[in-house]
């Protein structure tokens, strides 16, 4: 049985708050949650997907190893974000890991209740496929950043991530986030994740606190991350 908070957190998120009574009471009492320790692995790669989880409170990072035992971060996943779908839809083991970057409270949809609310609620399939679209979309582009860009821009990129109101709609302006965390999740070291802020500060595109990110301008921030060379435009 759901928390109460948990409830709250389903019930205004963009898809619980369009199903009806029936649907919506079935999701609560079906609903679990986890409370993950920084570090802990909440999902394990090669392994049944038997949930489908959203980030009540807290930050995840999705990862993988590289065939050299390279770990790499694929995304991360701040409050208000749902992930796992795909391989819930799949009925498949997952093929990455997903460790909570600090405590975090976890809600867990379990998989038989997933396909359940896909066969009955048209407004959910219609979140699912823009969720799906929105995920593609994110590697697309995290990819050809990756590929294309310097780090203190791929720092930007990481950064601009986390303020995408498509997938994470509970991102305020304001985000807790350490500088350790950020370069867990670019991949790179902390040092230059210290640059980059700083340089990113000089432009006046956020503020960098002790262990928070406050975004003045993320259309700026977004287009700094994406110039290929420069100065960012403000």
Known sequence: MASEQIEEFI???????????????????????????GGQTVCHRGVRAEY????????????????????TSLIGIPTGGWF???????NENRPYDVVALRASHLAQVPAATFHWLLGCS????RFLIEQLNARLAQFVIRVEHFRSSGPERHVAHCLAELFNAELYPGTAAMLRISQEEIALLAGVSR???????????????????????????IAALRA???EADGKPSV
């Open 52 to 71: 489908w989880y959203g980030v009540v409170e807290g930050l995840v990072k999705v990862s993988n190893v590289t065939r050299d035992g390279r770990p």
């Open 122 to 125: 048209l407004p959910f399939n």
């Open 191 to 217: 040092q230059l994740v210290n640059r980059a802020l700083r340089r990113l500060e000089d432009a006046r595109l956020l503020q960098a606190s002790y262990g928070s990110i406050r975004i003045l301008d």
């Open 11 to 37: 019930a205004s998120s963009l898809w619980g708050r369009n199903l009806n009574a029936e649907q919506l009471r079935r999701v609560l009492g079906d609903t679990s949650e986890l409370m993950a320790e």
């Open 84 to 90: 796992g779908e795909g391989s819930v839809l799949k």
């Open 224 to 226: 700094f991350a994406s």
